[in-house]
């Protein structure tokens, strides 16, 4: 059974960085192209980063490049995303989410991908 895991979340000062992780099992994660996501109360889910299933190619909301690196071990299963300088406007809920294509696209909604984690919360205070 496919299952996607995420981890890392927390609370933090703003200017600070956190790391999470996203564990693939049941998938054969080279194959999978991966996004992050997140929602803040009150607000619609959005695309933060995503990544090709061989992670030599990614792509940034405007709001998070620069700040922001999406990574990926396929050795490992795991999908990364480095958040640096962060600011309050950055807390929300962080789901990640694989698609089986070589690519994931800017444009690809929520419910478009298959397999979709349960969410880590990052809560950022000034």
């Known amino acids: 059974q496919a299952q996607l895991v995420e981890s890392g979340g927390g609370s933090v000062q703003a200017g600070g960085s956190l790391r999470l992780s996203c564990t693939a099992s049941g998938l054969s994660f080279n194959l999978i192209c991966m996004t992050w996501f997140r929602q803040a109360p009150g607000k619609e889910r959005q695309v933060v980063a995503t990544i090709d299933t061989s992670g030599s190619s990614t792509n940034y909301a405007d709001s998070v490049l620069g700040r922001f690196t999406i990574a990926r071990d396929n050795a490992k299963s795991t999908l990364y995303l480095q958040m640096d300088s962060l600011k309050p406007e950055d807390t929300a809920m962080y789901y990640c989410?694989?698609?089986?294509?070589?690519?994931?696209?800017?444009?690809?909604?929520?419910?478009?991908?298959?397999?979709r984690g349960q969410g880590t919360q990052v809560t950022v205070s000034s």
């Open positions: 989410a694989a698609h089986p294509w070589s690519v994931c696209y800017m444009t690809w909604a929520w419910n478009h991908y298959p397999h």
